[in-house]
Nanobody, 129 residues
Framework: VQLQAFGGGLVQAGGSLRLSCAAS????????MGWFRQAPGKEREFVAA????????YYADFVKGRFTISRDNAVNTVYLQMNSLKPEDTAVYYC???????????????????????WGQGTQVTVSS
């Protein structure tokens, strides 16, 4: 599975960006997709996740109400719509895929980076104050 994330950029606080993650290869074996982010000097943290089947979504508390994750099964693409961006949202955003089994897409596992099998290259999001 290959994942390509794009859509990052520079935006002012309060603005919006939409990230996309296009999956190719053995996409039929993916159970869920997640977005993580990593700011300089900080650990990678969970942002949001979505299951391919059913479209159930999960969010980190700090993005609830501001970010929306969605998927388009027809084109194997997951999106992260980010609204009301804050300077603290500045980070490299990564998309990732869970392929090892449906049990790894259980709610308690989705926020954990070690549940994911494939990662995209990351896209930089910078929010200026």
């Amino acid at each position: 599975v290959q994942l390509q994330a794009f859509g990052g950029g520079l935006v002012q606080a309060g603005g919006s960006l939409r990230l996309s993650c296009a999956a190719s290869g053995r996409t039929f074996s993916s159970y869920a997709m997640g977005w993580f982010r990593q700011a300089p000097g900080k650990e990678r943290e969970f942002v949001a996740a979505i299951r391919w089947s059913g479209g159930t979504t999960y969010y980190a508390d700090f993005v609830k109400g501001r970010f929306t994750i969605s998927r388009d099964n027809a084109v194997n693409t997951v999106y992260l719509q980010m609204n009301s961006l804050k300077p603290e949202d500045t980070a490299v955003y990564y998309c990732a895929s869970i392929n090892r089994g449906s049990s790894w897409s259980a709610p308690l596992r989705l926020p954990k980076a070690n549940a994911y099998d494939y990662w995209g290259q990351g896209t930089q999001v910078t929010v200026s104050s």
